[in-house]
């Protein structure tokens, strides 16, 4: 099936040989493949994983939307290759997550957190750490 990945600042993939992508959704992860159930949904901070006959592809993505149809085209927020996931890319993420959190009005409190979580969750995935032991 085709898939895209866009970020704001650039295409990040393009294929059109893709057999399942693994979606962190906002709701729970998902996996779409192949005559998938038309769907939209928005993302939380997680890793995406495209696999196809190449292999798997990871990205680190911090939030935005999928759309499931024929393929699966995913608008993320901010988004980059694991492998280019850096420390200090990662401590710069972590620290806008924690400024929406304390920045949160009363009614956005727990989304804030849950972000903030996530982010950290995420982090841990790839190997990096928040160095931020309590939230």
């Known amino acids: 099936m085709q898939f895209e990945l866009v970020s704001p600042e ?3 993939a393009s294929m059109d040989d893709a057999d399942a992508v693994r979606i ?11 005559d998938h159930a038309p769907t939209i949904t928005t993302l939380r901070p997680g890793i995406l ?10 990205f680190a993505v911090t ?10 085209t995913v608008l993320a ?3 980059l290759p694991v492998d ?9 993420w ?7 959190r304390d920045e949160a009005g009363d009614d956005a409190v727990d989304a804030a957190v849950k972000l903030l979580a996530d982010m950290v ?15």
Do not use: C, Y
């Open 121 to 135: 969750a995420m982090g841990g995935e790839i190997g990096l750490n928040s160095n931020q032991p309590n939230l």
């Open 63 to 72: 939030g935005g939307f999928a759309e499931i149809g024929s393929g699966v």
């Open 10 to 12: 650039r295409r990040l």
């Open 49 to 58: 994983t495209v696999e196809a006959p190449g292999g798997a592809q990871k």
């Open 77 to 79: 927020e901010r988004a």
């Open 24 to 34: 962190p959704g906002a709701d729970g992860d998902m996996t779409a493949m192949a």
């Open 84 to 92: 280019d996931v850096t420390q200090e890319t990662f401590d710069d």
């Open 94 to 100: 972590v620290d806008q997550a924690r400024t929406a």
